[in-house]
């Protein structure tokens, strides 16, 4: 349990299950696999997918699944953001890739002969290092150092309890599975520092880098671009890009996806719906301004975020709030428009509070014992600080807020309206150096002011929202209107026409949703809907879905494209490969313009009296780009070659942007000024141990087994 709680939610509690996991982190992969997973096993139909032929078991990777999302919900809300049904796909995703790293690092650790002793691991978890989660609850808040003996000792008794109830059983599953993933995390450190020392850089490729870089080339050149050639003028044929497409399968090779066009009805609040909310608040405004039990009237009324203290202003961050300010005390402000609802604000009272505080408590909760042996308790602790104990042993010995026990009990640099209302009207509104007993929901507390920061005013408002929603009416407009729209589609062909002919005229936009993949639960500009994937997915080329519900629209969707997993499709690839195709047959169009290359005056006359450009100081080291010439390795790399210094090159040289005739001037070289080869060496080296040991990166050792792996994903058939 924890006092700090979300000012939007005085009535949540902080569960036995929730303390376990702010023990242990969120990190969740069932620990119980660990002994079998490499086996793979299961049929095909009870797997989910399979990397090197291994399968991930259906059952277990749902179980998964289930706990990861839980955890992130739990996050979400710890952190005030709000949970939505994108979690699912997330916590999907973060299993599906979790499993696919374990599988493919399993044959590499086993034939390195990767392993964590149990010593190993005790001091991963205990430690001077040990893992962030532990040490911010175990870190002696007089020393600052970590007690890893404490912390092994709270474990081996957590794990030691008899499981008498569900949240036990799932406290120790947790940590054991988090086990499971701090020592995956090892093996995987040891596999990639194993790689990224194995670096090297030879001496001489150094020396070669520093003999290219000294070099400078002088050229003088013709040239004609591409552009001069009109797009319109060249012809790419289906089967030119097909054939291009399979010369290069590796670099045009897509996964699996559709795309759809879709017509959406809009089923959001009308303008009626609009001023109906508007009304309603208006109509509740008389009964919130004489009503004598705030609380009770909003609980009436659905609200269940009352926050019954004071806040500070500066803190305060809604809309209209300078009008709420100056708003009399006992009065209400509104209704006003606050995003989707009409909010009445009433203001309660106003008063001078500091903006943040520095606070100690001892909590005795009244969660395992009734509230008068809790009373009893803390007011024997108070006796005893008054007389001269130690508030830090006491707070070692007796507290029962685990957010602060290890810490002296103390919560630095609180802001108004962290904590429970109570306790934030006692620490932000009596001066420093008090000292009393404050009841909460929690338990009793003994608190003592430490310090303040700021001045201002702090206001204690309570918001009734009536929130604007679509009424029946309008919903049955946008179903219908969908239904109707449907109906008269039976195809894609109908679906166009349909569109065109009717609805296009009273307002419609037809739209496309391109690039769908069958594990999505989300489509940009859509929403959040798995059904809806899946129906896309069960839909034959050209057919009309049914009318979907997504967020606050109707959908009616066609099915226009399906990608295999594969080669891309001429049609997906065109735009790509037409570029360059089409540049090639420019140049040799231009090449036949040129004709035999005998001198550059030559060239340039047959190009129409273009004019000789010099380039005279190219270097390896720019990247084969030049201010003049731009990114054009070919004529780079002709230039430094030594074979045709003095000479113009025979072929015209077909660049990115266009045609060149080069001829090599001279090629000299300049000093070296990179520094030793030594220093040299060793900074190459440690870059790209760099590179190799970000995940991000290019290098990184499982991204490159992931690229060389055969994973078969089946999540979007299953899931």
């Known amino acids: 349990m924890s006092i700090i709680q979300d000012i939007r939610d005085k009535y949540a509690k902080v569960t036995v299950v929730l303390i376990a996991l702010a023990l242990i982190g969120f990190i969740l992969t069932d620990y119980f696999q660990s002994q079998g997973r490499s086996q793979g096993g299961g049929s095909s139909a009870s797997s989910v997918g399979s990397v090197n032929g291994r399968n991930i078991k259906f059952d277990e990777f749902l179980a998964k699944s289930e706990m990861t999302k839980n955890n992130l919900k739990a996050q979400a809300e710890q952190q005030g953001f709000p949970v939505s049904a994108a979690l699912d796909q997330q916590a999907y995703d973060q299993t599906w890739n979790d499993e696919v790293k374990k599988l493919l690092l399993e044959d590499e650790l086993d034939n390195l002969g990767i392993q964590v002793t149990k010593k190993e691991m005790g001091d991963v978890l205990y430690g001077p290092n040990g893992p962030?989660?532990?040490?911010?609850?175990?870190?002696?808040?007089?020393?600052?150092?970590?007690?890893?003996?404490?912390?092994?000792?709270?474990?081996?008794?957590?794990?030691?309890?008899?499981?008498?109830?569900?949240?036990?059983?799932?406290?120790?599953?947790?940590?054991?599975?988090?086990?499971?993933?701090?020592?995956?995390?090892?093996?995987?450190?040891?596999?990639?520092?194993?790689?990224?020392?194995?670096?090297?850089?030879?001496?001489?490729?150094?020396?070669?880098?520093?003999?290219?870089?000294?070099?400078?080339?002088?050229?003088?050149?013709?040239?004609?671009?591409?552009?001069?050639?009109?797009?319109?003028?060249?012809?790419?044929?289906?089967?030119?890009?097909?054939?291009?497409?399979?010369?290069?399968?590796?670099?045009?090779?897509?996964?699996?996806?559709?795309?759809?066009?879709?017509?959406?009805?809009?089923?959001?609040?009308?303008?009626?719906?609009?001023?109906?909310?508007?009304?309603?608040?208006?109509?509740?405004?008389?009964?919130?301004?004489?009503?004598?039990?705030?609380?009770?009237?909003?609980?009436?009324?659905?609200?269940?975020?009352?926050?019954?203290?004071?806040?500070?202003?500066?803190?305060?961050?809604?809309?209209?709030?300078?009008?709420?300010?100056?708003?009399?005390?006992?009065?209400?402000?509104?209704?006003?428009?606050?995003?989707?609802?009409?909010?009445?604000?009433?203001?309660?009272?106003?008063?001078?509070?500091?903006?943040?505080?520095?606070?100690?408590?001892?909590?005795?909760?009244?969660?395992?014992?009734?509230?008068?042996?809790?009373?009893?308790?803390?007011?024997?602790?108070?006796?005893?600080?008054?007389?001269?104990?130690?508030?830090?042993?006491?707070?070692?010995?007796?507290?029962?807020?685990p957010g602060s026990k290890d810490k002296g009990g103390v919560y630095e640099n609180v802001f108004s309206g962290q904590m429970t209302p109570l306790f934030n009207d006692y620490i932000f509104l009596n001066p420093v150096g008090s000292k009393g007993i404050v009841k909460t929901d929690f338990g009793y507390h003994y608190i003592e002011i430490l310090s303040q920061k700021g001045n201002g005013p702090g206001y204690k408002i309570a918001y009734l929202p009536t929130k604007i929603t679509a009424s029946k009416e309008t919903e049955d407009i946008a179903m219908e209107n969908a239904m109707k729209f449907s109906g008269e589609s039976k195809d894609a062909k109908a679906f166009d026409a349909n569109y065109e002919k009717t609805w296009k005229a009273k307002g419609y936009n037809k739209l496309i949703a391109p690039g769908i993949s069958p594990t999505a639960s989300e489509i940009q500009n859509l929403g959040i809907s798995r059904m809806f994937v899946k129906s896309i997915y069960d839909a034959s080329l050209g057919e009309v879905l049914k009318p979907e519900s997504i967020d606050?629209?109707?959908?009616?969707?066609?099915?226009?494209?399906?990608?295999?997993?594969?080669?891309?499709?001429?049609?997906?690839?065109?735009?790509?490969?037409?570029?360059?195709?089409?540049?090639?047959?420019?140049?040799?169009?231009?090449?036949?313009?040129?004709?035999?290359?005998?001198?550059?005056?030559?060239?340039?006359?047959?190009?129409?009296?273009?004019?000789?450009?010099?380039?005279d100081s190219l270097r390896i080291e720019g990247g084969s780009s030049n201010a003049a010439l731009g990114y054009e390795p070919k004529v780079f790399g002709a230039a430094f070659n030594q074979a045709n210094k003095g000479k113009v090159i025979s072929e015209p040289l077909a660049g990115v942007n266009g045609v060149y005739v080069v001829r090599v001037e001279d090629i000299t070289t300049t000093p070296v000024t990179n520094g030793d080869v030594a220093s040299q060496r060793k900074a190459q080296e440690q870059q790209m141990r760099q590179q190799v040991g970000n995940p991000q990166g290019r290098y990184y050792p499982i991204n490159t087994l992931r690229f060389a792996a055969n994973i078969k994903d089946k999540r979007g058939k299953l899931l």
């Open 132 to 401: 962030q989660d532990l040490k911010s609850q175990f870190t002696d808040s007089a020393t600052g150092q970590y007690n890893g003996a404490r912390a092994k000792q709270a474990v081996d008794e957590m794990l030691k309890a008899k499981e008498t109830s569900p949240e036990i059983r799932e406290r120790k599953l947790s940590f054991l599975n988090y086990i499971d993933q701090l020592e995956q995390q090892r093996k995987t450190d040891k596999y990639v520092s194993l790689l990224a020392n194995s670096t090297n850089v030879p001496r001489w490729y150094v020396e070669k880098q520093n003999a290219d870089a000294s070099m400078m080339a002088k050229v003088s050149y013709v040239s004609e671009t591409y552009a001069s050639i009109p797009d319109s003028s060249i012809k790419i044929e289906d089967k030119e890009i097909a054939d291009y497409i399979n010369k290069h399968k590796d670099v045009y090779k897509q996964g699996e996806s559709r795309t759809i066009s879709y017509v959406a009805f809009s089923a959001a609040p009308s303008t009626v719906d609009t001023t109906a909310a508007n009304s309603k608040a208006t109509v509740l405004k008389a009964e919130f301004d004489t009503t004598a039990e705030v609380q009770t009237f909003l609980l009436n009324q659905g609200v269940n975020n009352y926050y019954p203290g004071y806040i500070s202003g500066k803190t305060i961050q809604i809309a209209g709030k300078d009008s709420i300010f100056r708003t009399p005390v006992g009065s209400i402000y509104g209704p006003y428009l606050d995003g989707g609802s009409y909010v009445l604000a009433k203001m309660e009272g106003v008063k001078q509070m500091a903006d943040t505080a520095k606070v100690r408590h001892i909590l005795i909760s009244t969660q395992t014992r009734d509230s008068a042996t809790a009373y009893k308790l803390i007011d024997s602790l108070r006796t005893a600080i008054a007389k001269g104990s130690n508030f830090d042993s006491l707070t070692a010995q007796f507290s029962e807020d």
């Open 552 to 615: 606050d629209k109707y959908v009616v969707a066609t099915v226009t494209d399906i990608q295999k997993e594969g080669p891309m499709s001429v049609a997906s690839a065109r735009q790509y490969v037409e570029p360059m195709l089409r540049n090639k047959k420019k140049a040799e169009m231009l090449k036949q313009k040129i004709g035999k290359v005998t001198t550059l005056e030559a060239a340039a006359t047959a190009l129409g009296g273009k004019q000789i450009v010099m380039a």
